[in-house]
Nanobody
Framework: VQLQASGGGSVQAGESLRLSCRAA????????MAWFRQAPGKQRELVSS???????NYTDTVKERFTISRDNGRRTLYLQMNSLKPEDAAVYYC?????????WGRGTLVTVSS
């Protein structure tokens, strides 16, 4: 399983970014996919997830601002992040569980200046 995240960058508060995560080695359309993030000195936290059928979940702090989506044909997971806040700054990881094991992509860094 390979997960490659991209799209991070440095933005000012209020701006937007879109993260992408390309998956390989799995039948992507059958898997729940998720975005996690980890800020310096903090534990990794679940940001959002999307089921094979498209059902989504968000942590409370990003609801109404972030949108997770997937393109099964491209085997790609997305996270549209709007109205970014300094507290959103973190390394963002995409993840899935395959045969009982969690897989993580290399993270992509998001920095938000106030």
């Amino acid at each position: 399983v390979q997960l490659q995240a991209s799209g991070g960058g440095s933005v000012q508060a209020g701006e937007s970014l879109r993260l992408s995560c390309r998956a390989a080695g799995i039948n992507f359309r059958l898997y729940t996919m998720a975005w996690f993030r980890q800020a310096p000195g903090k534990q990794r936290e679940l940001v959002s997830s999307i089921s094979p059928g498209g059902s989504t979940n968000y942590t409370d702090t990003v609801k109404e601002r972030f949108t997770i989506s997937r393109d099964n044909g491209r085997r790609t997971l997305y996270l549209q992040m709007n109205s970014l806040k300094p507290e959103d700054a973190a390394v963002y990881y995409c993840s899935t569980r395959h045969q009982g094991r969690d897989f993580w992509g290399r993270g992509t860094l998001v920095t938000v200046s106030s």
